[in-house]
């Protein structure tokens, strides 16, 4: 069983759909991040966060510390927002586990 | 303020060959990341580095694989007598302090013939 699981694998949503993505991790974390993969293989770094909620445009991250579970929503989806989302914890001891990613598709 | 960067782009190299990936963190950035992406499969973690010491290697092959941040001059991740099995994407990231946000280089696709 992997430290971080992601789901779903694969998500499809027309355009202008509310999207959620989940993580759910085993291990103890000194942080959790969400990045972003484009289709040409660059990654950017969406979120860090170790408590609560943090929101940047259209993206909202929120992570419950006790249940070990972390969400990352994307409101008004756009075809642009097509990429592979990648959930990553960073656990003491500066381990670092990462999730397989949520390939997301957003059709027009 | 110019973002990570990585060179070469993409590598191809013989078994047997040597290869070796370099990183310039932003500026600015002490702290540097290694990952590789295997095709078809996520990010792995590899080795992290601050300048001039190794502070976690646990995702780093035992054999072939070294690392190194100079105090001058980029991070250098080096594979000796590389095999097909190193083909992948690998990625570099740097960040001010430990656990903030990371920042990603554009990867180092290194192809073993």
């Known amino acids: 069983k992997n430290e971080v699981e992601q789901s779903p694998q694969n998500l499809t949503a027309q355009e202008g759909e509310f999207i959620t993505i989940n993580c759910s991790y085993s291990v103890g974390i000194s942080a959790l991040h969400w990045l972003q993969q484009h289709p040409g293989g660059g990654i950017v770094s969406l979120f860090m966060l170790s408590s609560g909620k943090k929101k940047h445009g259209r993206l909202i991250a929120t992570i419950n510390i006790q249940e070990k579970h972390s969400s990352l929503h994307i409101t008004a989806s756009h075809p642009r927002d097509s990429a592979v989302y990648i959930c990553a914890a960073t656990a003491s001891g500066n381990q670092f586990y990462f999730g397989t990613g949520t390939s997301l598709t957003v059709i027009p | 303020n110019a973002g990570v960067m990585q060179n070469p782009r993409h590598l191809v190299r013989r078994r047997g060959q040597e290869a070796r990936l370099r990183c310039s963190p932003m500026?600015?950035?002490?702290?540097v990341y290694w990952y590789r992406q295997l095709p078809e499969e996520g990010l792995k973690f590899m080795v992290y580095l601050q300048k001039e010491n190794i502070i976690d290697e646990s995702g780093m092959p035992k054999e072939r694989f070294s690392a190194e941040f100079p105090k001058e001059g980029p991070s250098i991740l080096r594979i000796q007598q590389v095999v097909r099995g190193d083909s992948a994407a690998y990625f570099c990231?740097?960040?001010?302090?430990?656990?903030?946000?990371?920042?990603f280089g554009p990867g180092t696709r290194l192809t073993v013939l």
């Open positions: 500026k600015g950035h002490s702290h």
């Open positions: 990231a740097s960040s001010p302090v430990l656990a903030d946000t990371q920042y």
